[in-house]
């Protein structure tokens, strides 16, 4: 690290180092004097050898692509831009400190505190709440690229978001002068680049020759890219990269397009993602880090003009107890003793984990009265992060290991704003696919802001409903066009229901198809989660105006559903004994719907609440074209296999 020792050293005393030249194998000063400007530089107080190396690998990788940039060399900056290479070390040490001081609150002097282990898990940082203002020097040697970076005139560096001065005194104003005369764009407003913008200068810095866009749906944002670029720079310096944010904010689907932008056209598979959860093993890893020794050595040998890295994923690392074995990989680059084929080269490796918050005490008695797995009294459980009980967490994760807590960085929330874009762009893809749905107008935004306002009601919510991500409005657009694909066979049949309320109950007339698809859709994926759902009527029924229109307001929204629960129920063939109660009716219909679409679906509540009726009653009806009902023979025919769980029920079986 003599690079790093040589230009801090030079900055600190005030020497010019637009003529200084590093040379390799040069060393200067003592190690004292060496590990002190490294101390006092990093910008953590009492830091670790870790946090150490970190800031120093970062900053030497950078200046390191500093002396190899032609525009950087002694004889151009000296003539044309005096003080350039004082403002680069000096931002470059700003960066440094952004990547080396850890997002969770690792104070050494309470980890081994029991009663505070949550403590160790908070973050004192967040990306959304820190600026990130970036500086690269690109694979091409002559030319810098500039991320998230405002200078004035005067040579202040300023908050892009907010208009806070980070640094009143970044550079000289004769500097400031001198780069706008060569056409560096330092007041730029970064929100404004469009799309193929971004993909540009994201390719430009990570060496990727074709700047294409391997995902039209992806939703790029300025936020976004800066995140790629600090995986990116991470993977340069080889600082094991470990994220940490809410299921749903994005992780994945970033990961996704930043592989597949590297692939650089060439189509390879470069990533591969292991979804850990609780049952998942140490032989599983195990199996997954030699797929992914061949997929690099694969990728090397077909693709080696392109230098394609492969990436392994880790998604929600820390719900495994194999989590040692994570460790081993990503901080010592070994799995189960032996060195891992080509990573930090062609290999890279991604863990993401979930946060460590705790239910509140409301909540946690509520679970204990639906009983979910509260079986065994709470001091007597032995699955605890320290001493508080796995399943009195938001999620079940365990603890991490000291060497991976001060790697984590937090991957932020998504932005409301940002979100209503994803939503936007989920809704396009969807309607856009069917053709009688493309051409109705302003349908894409009247959706939208009914499913946008659909999940901000539910994050609202103080209970497990506020869980909610983009896969819910997947789901709901999912259900909604597989309700309007069956108008055909659904829609005499609710008019017919519609017009006997209208008789015994003078009601509003029948919703059109699109308009009770929407309906349907959202109770599927929010209404059914509700305990009092009118409030959420009341919320999303002020969102629907035309192509959606909702005469009958939230009262419509609940007859809508009663009746085509009702309808389902009607169409199967029941024993004369079995009473048709509400329970039963919402049961069968969530199960009829979630099973034809291969969604998910947990149904929570106390025995005799007509869950086991109302599987047996599906099993029999859904037979596919052997069902005796037209609608039953639109579905899928059903194979259901049944497992009893119970408190002794393990991963295996």
């Known amino acids: 690290f003599q690079r790093a020792s040589q230009y801090l050293s030079r900055f600190a005393s005030g020497a010019n180092l637009d003529t200084f030249v590093f040379r390799v194998g040069h060393v200067e000063g003592d190690f004292q004097s060496f590990l002190r400007i490294l101390i006092e530089n990093c910008g953590v107080t009492d830091p670790s050898w870790a946090e150490i190396q970190r800031f120093t690998s970062f900053l030497s990788s950078q200046l390191r692509d500093c002396d190899r940039n032609d525009f950087l060399k002694p004889e151009v900056v000296r003539e044309d831009l005096p003080g350039f290479k004082a403002f680069v070390v000096k931002f470059m040490i700003r960066m440094s ?35 990130h203002p970036y500086m690269f020097f690109n694979e091409d040697r002559h030319s810098v690229t500039f991320i998230g970076l405002k200078v004035t005139r005067d040579g202040r560096l300023q908050d892009p978001q907010t208009g806070e001065i980070l640094d009143a005194n970044l550079m000289s104003e004769r500097l400031s002068q001198g780069l706008y005369a060569q056409g560096f764009r330092l007041q730029e407003n970064y929100d404004e680049w469009d799309k193929g913008r971004k993909i540009q200068e994201l390719c430009r810095v990570m060496g990727v020759d074709a700047a294409f866009d391997p995902d039209e749906s992806y939703e790029l944002t300025m936020d976004n890219m800066k995140k790629i670029l600090a995986i990116q720079m991470r993977f340069r310096c080889g600082i094991p990269v470990v994220i940490m944010g809410e299921t749903g904010c994005g992780k994945t689907r970033l990961i996704k397009y930043m592989c597949a932008l590297q692939s650089n056209l060439t189509g390879a598979r470069n990533m591969i993602l292991m979804k850990v ?43 495994t107890d194999a989590l040692g074995l994570i460790k081993e990989i990503m901080c010592d680059k070994r799995a189960n003793g032996r060195d891992i084929r080509g990573l930090g ?44 009980p796995l399943r009195e967490l938001v999620y079940r994760v365990h603890a991490l290991p000291d060497s991976m807590k001060a790697l984590v960085w937090d991957f932020g929330q998504l932005d409301p704003q940002i979100e209503k874009l994803y939503v936007k762009q989920i809704v396009s893809r969807h ?95 929010y209404h059914a989660r509700l305990k009092n759902p009118e409030e959420f009527r009341s919320t999303v029924s002020r969102h629907f105006r035309s192509p959606c229109t909702l005469p009958g307001g939230p009262d419509q929204i609940d007859s809508e559903i009663r009746h085509c629960q009702d309808l389902f129920l009607d169409e199967l063939e029941l024993e004369p004994q079995i009473a048709r109660n509400r329970a039963l009716s919402e049961n069968v219909f969530m199960m009829l719907v979630c099973i034809d679409l291969r969604i998910p679906l947990f149904l929570v509540g106390k025995p005799g609440s007509s869950k086991s009726l109302a599987k047996d009653i599906v099993k029999t009806a859904m037979k596919g074209h052997l069902s005796h009902s037209e609608l039953l023979k639109s579905l899928k025919q059903v194979h259901m296999v049944s497992f009893q769980c119970s408190h002794l029920s393990k991963a295996e079986g």
């Open 277 to 319: 959860h609780g049952g998942v093993s140490q032989y599983d890893i195990l199996r997954k880090v030699e797929e992914a020794e061949d997929l690099a050595e694969t990728n090397l040998q077909n693709y080696p003009e392109y230098g394609i890295q492969t990436v392994l994923f880790f998604d929600e690392a820390n719900t």
């Open 97 to 131: 400190r952004d990547f080396a001081t850890p997002s969770l609150d690792v104070n050494r002097s309470v980890q081994r505190a029991d009663a505070n282990i949550l403590g160790q898990y908070q973050l004192r940082r967040r990306w959304e709440h820190s600026p």
């Open 431 to 525: 309607v856009y696919r069917h053709s009688s749905l493309r051409d109705s107008d302003n349908l894409v935004e009247v959706l939208t802001d009914i499913l946008a306002a659909a999940q901000a009601f539910m994050r609202d919510r103080d209970d497990e409903c506020s869980f909610v991500s983009l896969r819910d409005v997947e789901r709901a657009m999912l259900v909604t066009v597989w309700f309007y694909n069956l108008k055909g066979l659904l829609g005499p049949l609710l008019q017919k229901k519609h017009n006997q309320t209208v008789e015994e109950e003078n009601g509003p007339q029948a919703l059109d198809a699109l308009t009770s698809s929407v309906v349907l859709g959202l109770a599927i994926c």
């Open 345 to 388: 080269t062609s290999l890279q490796v991604i863990a993401a984990c979930n946060p460590y918050r705790k239910h509140t005490d409301q909540m946690i008695q509520r679970l204990e009265k639906a009983g979910l797995g509260y079986r065994v009294k709470a001091d007597e459980t032995g699955d605890r992060l320290g001493s508080i």
